[in-house]
């Protein structure tokens, strides 16, 4: 059993910026690190990832805003987020599997889950 610990969140004026971070119980390297979103009466909602040999994708509200990251000596995944906008309200979760690229939006992917950390943009 892996444990994941969000932390970073918070409220935030539009077009202000946040960065979020996870630390997981286990080294990075043994997983590929997720970030997922869920905005009340929503669906959870992919972020972004970064694989074990770093490649990085993104969900379409995220790119060219976020910016996954993996940090080993500190043993965290973050997520810098920018330009944030009412529509980033939300519970956002860090999530660590195996995936391959044409699964890696699906929550399924993944095995375990963090309690998530909400983010509040005001206008």
Do not use: H
Not at 37 to 51: D, I, L, N, T
Not at 70 to 82: C, E, G, I
Request: proline share 2%.
């Amino acid at each position: 059993q892996v444990t994941l610990v969000e932390s970073g969140g918070g409220l935030v004026q539009a077009g202000g910026s946040l960065r979020l971070s996870c630390a997981p119980s286990s080294p990075i390297s043994d997983y590929d690190m997720g970030w997922f979103r869920q905005a009340p009466g929503k669906e959870r909602e992919f972020v972004a990832v970064v694989r074990r040999n770093n490649a990085k994708y993104y969900g379409d509200s995220a790119k060219g805003r976020f910016t996954i990251s993996r940090d080993s000596a500190k043993n965290t995944v973050d997520l810098q987020m920018s330009s944030l906008n009412f529509d980033d309200t939300g519970l956002y979760y860090c999530a660590a599997g195996s995936i391959i690229l044409s699964t890696a939006k699906r929550t399924d992917s993944y095995y375990y889950w963090g309690q998530g950390t909400q983010v509040t943009v005001s206008s």
